[in-house]
């Protein structure tokens, strides 16, 4: 896929890597930036500051009725869609029995399932069917499908039981979306990245993200949220990357806690 003249919807634009996404491939001639998030304001703020280039819309990813009206739109502003950034998701810890021994609420895990699985299964599959009415490139390539998951989908810490579940199953349903969508010519990778530097950890304790970041072997820091939107574009570029999933985390393994 070309970055020029191309068509991007991303979930979850309009903050940290969703943001960093859109920043870079609007620099790179985009045809279309499509920033949808839950945070209709910040989508629009940042919208405005790319131009025309770019369109804000109110999207939850728990809400197919709000995904297909955000890609009708985009549909209707830009004409098609070319590629689908999954980036709309949410941290969460909370560990399976508490002090006393009472039992997590279950709710708690369904709602992490449900945003950050669920939702990306759900703009991934809106998005394909849209991505499949593009005539194909020389190489009978349509598009491509972006996903994001985590290092919490392989080693998951203390309390992650619901988010390592949530991001192991992105990891899992890579392979077989790409082989579901590859008479279509859409391609489907996902990214897992480490700790890289978002609002995402603004409500941490104080001191816990910079003792997070010097965990990571090298380089010794947070990844920037440009670091991913770079991978983003290798792979969007790259047409022979296919049905996996890339590590983003300065050779990082998580302890237990
Ligand atoms: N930052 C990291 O270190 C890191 C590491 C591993 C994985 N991730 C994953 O990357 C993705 C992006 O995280 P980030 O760090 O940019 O966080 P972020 O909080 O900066 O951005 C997430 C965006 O998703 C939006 N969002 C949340 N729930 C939504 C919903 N239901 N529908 C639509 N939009 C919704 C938020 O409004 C926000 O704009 C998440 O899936 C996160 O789990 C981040």
Redesign the pocket.
């Known amino acids: 896929m070309h970055i020029a003249d191309s068509v991007y919807f991303i979930?979850?634009?309009?903050?940290?890597?969703?943001?960093a996404a859109a920043r870079r491939l609007a620099a790179n001639g985009a045809a279309g930036v499509v920033i949808?998030?839950?945070?209709l304001e910040?989508a629009q703020k940042l919208a405005s500051e790319l131009g025309d280039v770019a369109l804000a819309v109110r999207?939850?990813?728990?809400n197919t009725d709000e995904i297909v009206a955000g890609m009708d739109a985009a549909i209707t502003r830009f004409g098609r869609i070319d590629a689908a950034i999954?980036?709309?998701?949410?941290?969460w810890a909370e560990r399976t029995l508490d002090r006393e021994n009472n039992a997590a609420p279950i709710d708690n895990y369904r709602r992490v399932i449900n945003?950050?699985l669920v939702?990306t299964f759900n703009v991934t599959r809106i998005a394909a069917s849209h991505i499949a009415k593009n005539e194909p490139q020389d190489s009978g390539e349509r598009g491509v499908i972006v996903m994001?998951?985590?290092?919490?989908a392989f080693d998951g810490q203390i309390g992650q039981a619901a988010?390592s579940a949530s991001?192991g199953g992105i990891v899992g349903m890579t392979l077989p979306l790409s082989r579901d969508l590859a008479a279509t010519g859409i391609r489907v990778m996902t990214v897992?990245?480490?700790?890289?530097?978002?609002?995402?950890?603004d409500t941490m304790p104080e001191g816990l993200k910079e003792r997070l970041a010097s965990t990571p072997v090298f380089p010794k820091r947070?990844?920037l949220?440009d670091e991913y939107a770079h991978l983003v574009q290798a792979i969007l570029e790259n047409r022979y990357l296919n049905g996996e999933t890339i590590r983003l985390d300065a050779a990082l393994r998580m302890a237990p806690k």
């Open positions: 979930s979850g634009g309009a903050s940290g890597l969703g943001e949808s998030d839950l945070n910040a999207v939850d990813v728990q999954n980036c709309a998701g949410i941290g945003i950050n939702g994001t998951a985590s290092l919490a988010y991001k897992a990245p480490g700790l890289i530097d978002t609002p995402i950890y947070l990844g949220p």
